[in-house]
């Protein structure tokens, strides 16, 4: 009787030389013999897998585990082969396993940490990440996705950050040349708000690789932080999502900010409502250059952006296009219509309803004192707060007890994420659960705003509304501010009625806090003795 070795043996050698289809042949004749030889199944699928038929892979090396589940060479080449389909929540199963029985095997370890940071679970990849590090402590891409692991758990902290910064100073010691572990260098110190260290990494990394389009974002960014606005934004084009724009098939040319007074010009909003909030401001200036301006956006924002100054050219998601001759995203605008950190049009640009403004400002006509509106965290029903940027309440409560302040709360009222507990709730004036409950979006929130003295708003779009309506308003920033409000101690060049209230240190609320509380009392007290009442910063 034939055994199946007959064929297994030769398939082996055949499938060594690289003489695929013999080979696979050769395993599907042992298999016809023996179809429960584990070995000829996995081998097999590693021959399918080599012409790129992964289902058929999968399916042979799911088979041979079913006959041996302890066979760990099998769940190796499965969980590899399940990696390579994107299918990383059944490479996970199959690496959890591999490491509780290989403790001790780095590639294991490091496999299991990559595929977690695949799934954005970065808490957890750090650990597998730390044991192959250890285990193998030369190995460059064990490093580098340790130190990112570090970097985007948002949990993280300055411990972490600078472990995150020695694992990616490690790899470049490992790999000299690799750009990916110069801008992991760059990626960490930016993250630490320590611009011109990131900077000099970024430029490091484009000698290195020059067409490397996240390290001309990164250093886009550090130029922007640093002051460097012209070049910083011409940089900032290498963002990702612009370059998934320009290349996204649609055959219409991109604009390139010269007058096209005959044509339709296409803006698409982009990033957070408050990115679409902040960059709208260039709107009325693409509308002097160009026959008419399309502006696709959000449709609860469609109408408070369509406040913004119109010549009479700019229509908001209409429902009939126009032929458009080109288009750009909206945070390319200062770039392409050449702002300068001293051309940004930065008056008032967006208005709050004149009849929404009547009606709150009757319903808060018995509020007293200085009245402030807050916003202190941007969490909300899918998703948690960003500890970065929203400051805990406990910051907030003092500014409760300054004499002469009443307290506004600029949360809508639905949001879970930010209940409080019922004696801080005493502390607020809640608007009510009707306040912005429509389908457009902060069209409550600018009419209270006119009503007020004061805002203050996290780095968030209330903050941005504030802004656009020119209303007063003071951010309480973290250490690493965002790169729009370039790293300068107290104003910005793009809300003018905008006071910030920078950290002094990396996590700590103390002192801008303090400050804010400082600055408030005296405001109160100024408006009760009806003397001016200083609200602006500086200059």
């Not at 309506?469 to 951010?475: D, I």
């Amino acid at each position: 009787m034939i055994q199946p070795q007959t064929f297994l043996i030769p398939a082996i050698q055949a499938h060594q030389t690289d003489r695929l289809d013999e080979a696979r042949q050769l395993y599907r004749k042992a298999l016809a013999i023996d179809p429960a030889q584990c070995d000829g199944l996995q081998l097999l699928g590693l021959v399918e897998k080599r012409f790129d038929r992964t289902g058929d892979a999968v399916a042979l090396m799911r088979r041979s585990l079913r006959l041996a589940p302890d066979f760990t060479t099998v769940r190796q080449n499965l969980c590899r082969t399940l990696q390579g389909i994107g299918d990383h929540a059944g490479a996970l199963v199959l690496l959890r396993q591999l490491a509780a029985e290989l403790p001790g095997d780095a590639e294991t370890l490091y496999q299991l940490g990559g595929t977690l940071l695949r799934q954005e679970r970065r808490q957890e990849a750090a650990g597998p990440l730390r044991r192959a590090a250890m285990l193998r402590p030369d190995h460059l891409e064990t490093r580098i996705g340790l130190s990112e692991a570090l970097l985007l758990d948002p949990a993280s902290q300055g411990a972490e950050f600078e472990e995150s910064l020695r694992n990616a100073r490690a790899s470049v010691m490992l790999g000299p040349d690799n750009a990916v572990a110069h801008l992991q260098i760059a990626l960490v110190l930016e993250e630490m708000a320590r611009a011109t260290e990131s900077l000099t990494a970024c430029r490091r990394t484009l000698r290195l690789q020059p067409a490397m389009t996240d390290a001309r974002h990164i250093a886009g960014i550090n130029r922007l932080r640093l002051g460097d606005f012209v070049g910083g934004m011409a940089d900032f084009e290498f963002r990702k999502n612009n370059s998934w724009f320009k290349a996204d098939g649609i055959p219409i040319p991109i604009w390139d900010g010269r007058p096209l007074p005959d044509d339709a010009v296409a803006l698409a909003a982009e990033g957070g409502w408050g990115d679409m909030i902040h960059f709208v401001r260039y709107v009325t200036q693409v509308a002097r250059l160009c026959g008419e301006v399309v502006v696709v956006c959000p449709p609860r924002l469609q109408r408070l952006l369509s406040t913004v100054p119109n010549p009479g050219n700019i229509r908001f998601n209409p429902e009939r296009m126009p032929t458009i001759r080109a288009r750009s995203m909206f945070l390319s605008l200062p770039h392409l219509l050449g702002s300068t950190a001293d051309s940004v049009p930065n008056l008032p640009y967006l208005s709050a309803d004149p009849e929404r403004v009547r009606l709150w400002t009757e319903r808060l006509a018995g509020l007293g004192g200085l009245r402030v509106g807050l916003c202190w965290s941007n969490g909300d029903a899918t998703r948690d707060a960003d500890p970065k940027r929203s400051v805990p309440f406990e910051f907030i409560r003092p500014l409760a007890a300054i004499p002469g302040v009443s307290l506004v709360d600029l949360h809508k009222q639905d949001n879970a994420a930010k209940r409080l507990a019922d004696a801080d709730e005493a502390l607020l004036h809640r608007l009510g659960p009707d306040f912005d409950s429509g389908p457009d979006a902060f069209l409550d929130t600018a009419a209270v705003m006119k009503t007020l003295d004061l805002v203050i708003a996290i780095d968030s779009s209330v903050l941005h509304v504030a802004g656009a309506l020119g209303v007063p308003s003071w951010l309480p920033a973290p250490y690493r501010m965002d790169w729009r409000w370039m790293n300068d101690a107290e104003k910005s060049i793009w809300y003018p009625s905008l006071r910030i209230y920078r950290q002094d240190r990396q996590w700590d609320w103390s002192g801008p806090m303090a400050r804010i509380a400082r600055d408030l009392a005296r405001a109160a007290e100024a408006k009760a003795a009806g003397q001016p009442v200083d609200l602006l910063p500086a200059g």
